[in-house]
């Protein structure tokens, strides 16, 4: 089966058959949508947030904003139907720690909420979801049964 | 302002050269703790786009140890030291003196480690401290184990703040027999790049 890579700030869109892939997932968000009926596939790996709180945000595809709705209109132009599309996430873990709280360290919890927020706007309902956490994830979204395998270094392998 | 898509060579070149003092200083440092000749590459400066940052160490999902550091006061930015396991155990077990090796890393051996991570950075940018005249603050170091992408992309999402790129100052180090190697990324934001350039008197 064919196997896509999606990197840091980037996302791809996939028909029944394959397989999108993000490797090492941080604090930045993997979000993945999937028509059931049409098997379309969609994968971002977002880095921040808001696109709103930037100068510099021509990178459509690095901000949770931005990159789920440019997402979503890649996979209707790929012949996935809007009601039909679910989501499930996964990263945004805190892989440092330090005793100071700043908003830089709680980038993953903010980049889980930003997605949500996005998602909900837009009615795409999230059907499943691992993120937080102080670990790094690699997740691999399957274009013919729209499951998400994520797997990890001492937390174990799931498929959601 | 400093354009990062477009640096020239010469900046490139200092650079380079801040970063070859500064782990001269680092490396040193290392071979007093383990008491053997240590090795330092000539530090590269990369300028990576997002989607290339995990692979930057090779296999994105090897496990690797980063001890992470925040830098403060009048230049800001993060420095990160990284090991590969096997140089982590090389290094613990050198540290400790334990002639029967252990192949997983317990919590006195992540403490060594921070504290080695420690003393590198320390002396790392006691040097830049030195060259550029700009005070320069440490925080506690932060320890984490875990595939090489999810590490880098701590600094890495620091940079998406600013900008389409990222910049590595990078040295590896490698104890004589090559049973330990580490990198050491040097990673300023680009407020601090200026400033750094001009008190070197390179720009402005």
């Known amino acids: ?160 | 302002m400093v354009d990062m898509n477009n640096l020239n060579s010469i900046l490139l070149d200092v650079l380079k050269e801040l970063g070859n003092i500064g782990s001269g200083n680092a490396a040193t440092a290392l071979a007093t703790m383990i008491d053997k000749k240590v090795d330092m590459r000539v530090p590269q400066v990369k300028i990576l786009e997002f989607k290339d940052v995990g692979e930057i160490l090779g296999d994105s999902e090897t496990p690797v140890v980063g001890i992470y550091f925040k830098m403060s006061d009048e230049i800001e930015g993060n420095i990160m030291f990284v090991l590969d396991i096997d140089s982590a155990l090389n290094l613990t077990n050198m540290l400790f003196g334990r002639s029967n090796s252990k192949n997983e890393l317990d919590e006195m051996d992540m403490s060594a480690l921070s504290e080695v991570g420690n003393i590198l950075s320390a002396s790392y940018i006691n040097s830049l401290s030195a060259l550029t005249g700009l005070k320069l603050k440490l925080s506690v170091p932060s320890i984490c184990v875990d595939m090489a992408a999810a590490i880098l992309s701590v600094p890495a999402v620091q940079f998406g703040h600013i900008g389409e790129h990222v910049i590595f100052i990078e040295t590896q180090f490698e104890e004589d027999d090559r049973l330990i190697t580490g990198d050491l990324f040097l990673i300023p934001e680009v407020d601090s790049f200026e400033k750094i350039l001009s008190s070197l008197g390179v720009v402005g």
């Open chain 1, 1 to 160: 089966m064919e196997i896509v890579k999606v990197g840091m700030a980037d996302f791809k869109v996939i028909k029944s058959t394959g397989i999108l892939t993000t490797l090492g997932l941080g604090s930045c968000v993997g979000i993945a949508l999937y028509d059931r009926i049409n098997k379309v596939a969609g994968l971002a790996h977002i880095m921040l947030p808001s696109s709103t709180e930037i100068k510099n945000n021509s990178n459509k595809a690095k901000f949770a904003d931005t990159a789920i709705q440019e997402l979503v209109k890649e996979m209707i132009l790929l012949g996935a139907n809007k009601k039909y599309i679910t989501a499930k996430l996964a990263g945004g873990s805190q892989m440092f720690s330090f005793d100071s709280n700043t908003d830089i360290l709680r980038i993953g919890e903010r980049n889980t909420l930003a997605s949500k927020k996005k998602l909900q706007e837009l009615d795409v309902p999230i059907v499943a979801e691992d993120t937080g956490g102080n670990y790094g994830r690699t997740i691999e979204l399957n274009s013919q049964d729209g499951n998400l395998l994520i797997k990890t270094i001492g937390h174990g392998v799931k498929n959601i």
